[in-house]
């Protein structure tokens, strides 16, 4: 009997366990938090709410340092990085130890209105762990702590996914589904458990418009900053003036052009690096020799083409019209935000919304095909709002 209470106590203190954070090593670089301008960026979502994981197998450790410690750190860096704008916020944490009253999952911050310093004093209490992974017990509470909110919602999980069953996805998928379930569902891996990451990409996916990211790519400033602007916020764009259509030119046949040794197709790029080598004449190109709509871009899931870019596509019909000959692809392309059977279909959607517009122009419609190729054709990082811009494109490319 006493051996039993013995060891009843050894794990009473080992879930109680106070993880010294500030002593552990390698220690973490000075955090210097990122600012958004008010003039320039705005509130994308109402409310935000981050549900962290307490659980026994937070203790272990992941390149030094105990995971708890660096969920606590990834927390402690997106807090003092969101900006105080309003939103109604909350702090829920799951399979806690006696440091925050035990139990399965606990509402430690919130809901209300969002105060930096408020998160952060929410934050420092997790310093223990205990229990599993209730993770779906705490999404399902999440549902009702958002159940009497409105608006729109980001729910960010900061976690090593290691859990028991897959409950925590179907619990996702309620969150999602459940009346005003307007929301997004954000998930942090902490270290790199293969099936932790599975369980969390698939959580991710279930809110539809959120993603997966690990806690070592969104580490400092710049990451961080991406992160809380991708997941909360929003840039303010200006209304831009619409540029002037190119004035009236003349429309003889394109002259003929002396191909420069090593370059057939003329368009300035050398048939050794040149990867589209029969360019039309008079077409503009990139530096890779392809006949690129590089100012024509679209808004984050859409396919509509703004009026201030339709004089490029003005440009692009007065070359076919002055090469009879050339039949060109229209591809799509999109960046990697959203699931690929999605994004596969939205960039076939943006080839033909340029293909109606050239046709509209006087094109013949059988020299036009279009393709979409989804996110797998990135000319720039996914990773920052500038590249994904860049990425969701429309190519055009002859095809003979």
């Not at 004093?121 to 599993?132: S, V």
């Not at 370059?263 to 530096?287: F, I, K, Q, W």
Request: proline residues 6%; positive net charge.
């Amino acid at each position: 009997m006493a051996k039993i209470h013995f060891k009843y106590l050894a794990m009473l203190a080992m879930g109680l366990l106070l993880i010294g954070c500030a002593a552990q090593k390698p220690q973490p670089a000075p955090f210097q938090a990122a600012t958004f301008p008010a003039d320039k960026y705005q509130t994308e979502v109402d409310n935000f709410l981050i549900i962290l994981d307490g659980s026994t197998s937070m203790m272990d450790e992941y390149n030094g340092r105990s995971k708890l410690c660096i969920a606590a750190e990834t927390a402690s860096q997106m807090n003092q990085t969101i900006p105080e704008w309003g939103f109604t916020s909350g702090l829920r944490t799951f399979g806690q130890g006696g440091c925050v009253g035990g139990g399965a999952t606990s509402l430690l911050y919130g809901l209300t209105q969002y105060n930096t310093g408020k998160m952060e004093n929410a934050l420092n209490k997790l310093t223990c762990t205990g229990g599993n992974t209730p993770l779906g017990k705490a999404i399902d509470m999440a549902g009702a702590d958002l159940k009497s909110i409105g608006g729109s919602t980001a729910v960010i999980i900061v976690s090593d996914g290691i859990v028991l069953d897959n409950y925590p996805v179907a619990a996702a998928k309620n969150l999602k589904q459940q009346p005003g379930g307007n929301l997004c569902i954000y998930t942090i891996l902490v270290g790199n458990n293969p099936g932790g990451k599975a369980v969390l990409q698939q959580m991710a996916d279930a809110g539809e418009c959120g993603f997966s990211v690990t806690a070592d790519e969104i580490a400092g400033t710049t990451a961080m900053a991406g992160f809380v602007e991708l997941a909360l916020l929003s840039k303010k764009t200006a209304k831009a003036k619409p540029k002037p259509p190119p004035k009236p030119t003349p429309k003889p046949p394109p002259p003929v052009v002396k191909p420069t040794p090593g370059d057939r197709d003329g368009d300035g790029v050398l048939d050794s690096a040149d990867r589209c080598p029969e360019t039309p004449r008079g077409a503009r190109v990139d530096d890779r020799g392809c006949w690129v709509i590089d100012t024509v871009m679209f808004d984050f899931d859409k396919s509509d083409i703004k009026k201030q870019f339709t004089y490029v596509l003005d440009e692009v019909a007065y070359v076919l019209e002055n090469n009879p000959y050339v039949t060109v692809e229209v591809q799509g392309n999109t960046d990697s935000i959203g699931k690929e059977s999605y994004n596969q279909k939205l960039s076939e959607r943006r080839a033909v919304a340029v293909k109606k517009y050239l046709v509209a122009k006087g094109i013949a419609s059988h020299r036009l095909k279009t393709k979409g190729f989804g996110a797998t054709r990135p000319i720039d990082t996914n990773l920052t709002n500038e590249g994904r811009a860049k990425n969701r494109r429309v190519e055009l490319a002859p095809v003979w």
